[in-house]
Structure formats: structure tokens, C-alpha cells
């Protein structure tokens, strides 16, 4: 349980969770920000496996995705809440 909850607190103050929220901010529609947060996700994982798929664990690859895919879409709704007030 330990350890699922590092690699899911490791990847929201890592890449997938800071550069996924800072590429959702950049669009104001939902999918296109969760998309290039989740396509972080994936590179920040292989870039951290030494850029070999071989290396990657399959659940760290799952959490990148998600995470990112979550900050993204925040992303993307911070920019629409904040362009209209």
C-alpha cells in the first residue's frame, strides 16, 4: 500500500503532474489538455526507465497516464474557469 501511494505522490509533484497542468493551461478544451497529459505521462516514464520500454513496470506506466490525464483536465479547467471571470 506504501508503495502505491509514493508512486502515485511521486508522479503528482513529478513530470506527469506539473508539466501535464502547466500543457492543459495552454487549451481550453478538456480532452486535447488531458491527451498531452497523459502523452507526458508516458514519456516521463520511459525517459525515468533510461529509454528502454523493457524497463518500464506496467503499473508506474498506468499511474503516469492517469495522473497525468487528471492534470491535464485541470489544467484545462482552470484556463476556462479563469478566462471567464
Known amino acids: 500500500m506504501?508503495?502505491?501511494?509514493?508512486?502515485?505522490?511521486?508522479?503528482?509533484?513529478s513530470l506527469p503532474g506539473i508539466l501535464g497542468l502547466a500543457l492543459g493551461m495552454m487549451t481550453r478544451r478538456v480532452w486535447?489538455?488531458?491527451l498531452m497529459g497523459g502523452i507526458?505521462?508516458?514519456?516521463a516514464t520511459f525517459?525515468?526507465?533510461?529509454?528502454?520500454?523493457?524497463k518500464v513496470d506496467t503499473f508506474e506506466l498506468l499511474i503516469?497516464?492517469?495522473i497525468g490525464l487528471c492534470a491535464g483536465s485541470?489544467?484545462?479547467a482552470?484556463?476556462?474557469k479563469g478566462a471567464t471571470v
Open 2 to 13: 506504501l508503495e502505491i501511494l509514493g508512486t502515485i505522490g511521486a508522479n503528482v509533484i
Open 32 to 34: 486535447l489538455g488531458a
Open 40 to 43: 507526458v505521462g508516458v514519456l
Open 47 to 54: 525517459v525515468f526507465a533510461h529509454g528502454s520500454f523493457a
Open 64 to 66: 503516469a497516464i492517469g
Open 74 to 76: 485541470v489544467g484545462s
Open 78 to 80: 482552470i484556463r476556462i
